[in-house]
């Protein structure tokens, strides 16, 4: 091996031109700090290195645990900390947010009955529509496809919300049977109503579809939340049961 390069890479303590102190006193001599802006360390070859200063001496460095350069007087050599490679962790909700999500959209979809029933008495239509119903339930199924649910399933619950929609209506239009509102105000049908619906169609179908991949059940004892969340106004008990029968009964593809 050529003498040279063995001299590079170990530092002996008998070495004759690098001798260590020859006394306690030496030893207690304050070493200069490392400050030349070329300063090498070999950090292939733990845990005995070698850095030189600028005035010529050579320190022994090791590298601690934090993966930290430290001499043997305690001088802290830092080097580059290289850039964080922490996973990026998507936070979903918590199951019982995403439950009470998929409520509330419920209720709220049914709450534009009252612009329906207003409407339709307006305009002098009936409250069943069985050509739209069909349009809407195809549309259900298409979407819940689309988001991994059975599409059978994903029909039985559509069915039963627009049952418990048609009721709704009827319950409006049976309160102003003795007294028409008459300057009462209603958003348009075809331009602002249904556009509305069918959005919250489909936010319903995402909702349930990630509910029920992120492990969610409807249980039995989430029935009282069901209950205490679709409260629209001339919405039947009998309804609000059938419908959380339904959502039972919706499956994952």
Not at 54 to 72: H, P, Y
Request: glycine share 4%; proline share 7%; net charge positive.
């Amino acid at each position: 091996m050529n003498p040279v390069n063995q001299a590079s890479t170990t530092i002996s303590p008998t070495n004759s031109k690098y001798p260590p102190p020859s006394s306690v006193e030496d030893k207690k001599k304050p070493v200069k700090p490392l400050t030349d802006p070329d300063l090498m360390v070999n950090i292939k070859h733990s845990p005995k290195q070698c850095a030189q200063a600028s005035d010529g001496t050579f320190q022994k460095v090791a590298i601690t645990e934090q993966n930290r350069l430290v001499n043997s007087t305690g001088f802290t050599l830092q080097p580059d900390t290289p850039p964080e490679t922490t996973p990026v962790t998507e936070v979903l909700p918590d199951k019982n947010q995403q439950l009470h999500g998929i409520f509330e959209l419920i209720n709220r979809r049914l709450t534009y009955m009252k612009d329906v029933a207003l409407f339709k008495v307006r305009e002098n239509r009936a409250v069943e529509d069985l050509t739209r119903e069909k349009m809407v339930l195809k549309k259900a199924m298409c979407d819940a496809e689309n988001a991994g649910l059975d599409p059978d399933s994903m029909k039985h619950f559509f069915q039963a919300q627009m049952n418990a929609a048609k009721a709704i209506q009827q319950g409006y239009i049976d309160q102003w049977s003795s007294a028409r509102p008459a300057n009462k105000k209603y958003r348009d049908l075809d331009s602002e109503v249904r556009p509305r619906l069918i959005e919250l169609g489909k936010q319903i179908v995402s909702q349930i579809s990630a509910y029920l991949y992120n492990g969610g059940k409807f249980d039995n004892n989430m029935q009282q939340d069901f209950v205490r969340l679709v409260n629209a106004t001339h919405l039947s008990e009998d309804d609000k049961e059938k419908m959380f029968e339904c959502l039972q009964r919706i499956r994952v593809i």
